[in-house]
């Protein structure tokens, strides 16, 4: 018991620094603080190093390479033009705008990440709120939208979310098997997002704007080479995704080579500053992942991934589809306490001690994908967008509004996810 609390302790004081930052400390830098922590005092030790490294270096290369794809097509004005055109295509209706921009977030989540949503399509919603003259409580219903529906939607693709990779990575589970179970998990998320956000904000989303404010979507296009390549380069890519999954080939082996070749090119066409994309892809995030990882998986083996997985084993008495609900539900209630990525790896220690459950496998990426909406701590994209927000845009999304909303928009939203995770791997069966 002492070693577990111990433990638990170590995790704590990680996840303070890695929060607070003191000293303006990258997030980085604070896991792998805990991690020699967590190594000195017993918790962990340095075997797990090798371990972890060998769970996390595909998921962690592969999410830096779709972060750096996503900020080339962001410089280029990919993501603004299209923007800018849903504006118009609105024909100055708030509410149609409301809609397009949901399902705009959840396309570039799909194939970006949830992150690469968070980071690009945020600044220009804000922009787009701001030509059109809305006050600073209908600005504020679109943005928090679009940070909602880019982790709802973040379902589909392994490559949709930090958490996916993970997840299927740690089983074996290829692309084509992913896709093939998500699918339609993930349109149920969206349709479900979109509705419950639509509850929640058709008030302030019901204001009529000048199309014409919006601004001049060609203007916006800096690189028209890369503007030109997105579609076909998108295409390929998933096609590639696909292919390799008949092999067995680590993704990281697909997107680092498509990111290595979109910034050679964009280099070549000298419009966008690579450097500037390089500094800032999230390198910061293979030092966390490896880390905050090490003190997990420390932790795990202090005695919680056997008190989780006793958790589990009792739901399972129940019978299904309650286990698959409660599972994901308890794996969201996780993330949103201690962060999706932490809970994400204790998740699949846990299934992995039964027998690799197929239920509970995606149940856990359903549950670590919506359940940060819970909490402003549940993941480290929605840290950076609050601050971001307030830093750059004078937008202040204070803990207890997120959270209000958080439960109201993700609860049910997750309950019905996982409810069709059931249906969809009951028929597979």
């Avoid at 000195?40 to 794809?69: C, R, Y």
């Avoid at 307030?390 to 803990?399: A, D, S, V």
């Avoid at 109201?408 to 939203?413: D, F, G, R, T, Y």
């Amino acid at each position: 018991m002492f070693r577990l609390i111990l433990a638990a302790a170590v995790f704590a004081f990680t996840l303070i620094l890695v929060i607070i930052k003191p000293w303006k400390l990258d997030i980085g830098y604070s896991a792998l603080i805990g991690a020699l922590v967590s190594i000195l005092v017993g918790i962990s030790t340095p075997e797990d190093i090798l371990k972890v490294w060998d769970i996390i270096w595909n998921p962690t290369f592969t999410f830096v390479a779709i972060i750096i794809m996503s900020l080339v097509f962001d410089y280029s004005g990919f993501f603004e033009y299209y923007a800018i055109k849903i504006s118009k295509l609105a024909g100055g209706n708030g509410l149609k705008l409301f809609v397009f921009i949901v399902l705009l977030g959840a396309a570039i989540s799909a194939f970006f990440a949830n992150d690469g949503t968070a980071l690009v399509l945020t600044p220009i919603v804000s922009a787009i709120t701001a030509r059109t003259g809305m006050d600073r409580k209908r600005a504020t219903a679109f943005i928090m939208a679009t940070g909602f529906i880019a982790d709802s939607s973040s379902l589909p693709f392994i490559i949709s979310n930090l958490v996916n990779i993970i997840g299927a990575g740690y089983f074996g589970v290829s692309f084509a098997q992913y896709a093939e179970t998500m699918i339609i998990p993930d349109a149920v998320s969206v349709l479900a997002s979109l509705a419950m956000l639509l509850i929640i904000y058709r008030k302030e989303a019901s204001v009529r704007y000048s199309p014409a404010d919006v601004g001049d979507e060609d203007k916006v296009i800096t690189d028209r080479q890369i503007f030109r390549l997105a579609f076909p380069f998108i295409i390929l890519v998933v096609i590639a995704y696909f292919v390799s999954s008949f092999d067995s080939v680590p993704v990281s082996f697909i997107a680092l080579p498509a990111a290595l070749i979109l910034l050679y090119m964009a280099r070549v066409n000298g419009k966008i500053n690579t450097n500037l994309v390089l500094k800032e892809a999230p390198w910061q995030i293979v030092l966390f992942s490896l880390g905050m990882y090490v003190v997990v998986y420390g932790f795990g083996n202090a005695g919680l991934t056997s008190l989780l997985t006793d958790l589990m084993r009792s739901a399972m008495y129940l019978g299904n589809p309650a286990y698959t609900v409660i599972g994901g539900l308890f794996f969201g209630f996780l993330a949103g306490a201690m962060n999706n990525l932490p809970s994400t790896m204790m998740g699949v220690l846990t299934v992995s001690n039964l027998n690799g459950n197929r239920f509970l496998m995606y149940a856990n990426v359903i549950g670590n994908d919506i359940g940060p909406k819970f909490t402003p701590i549940g993941s480290l994209a929605t840290l950076l967008w609050m601050y971001t927000l307030k830093r750059k845009h004078g937008i202040e999304i204070t803990p207890a509004y997120y959270m209000k909303i958080g439960f109201i928009a993700a609860l049910p939203v997750l309950v019905l996810t996982l409810i069709s995770l059931y249906a969809v791997v009951s028929i597979g069966l």
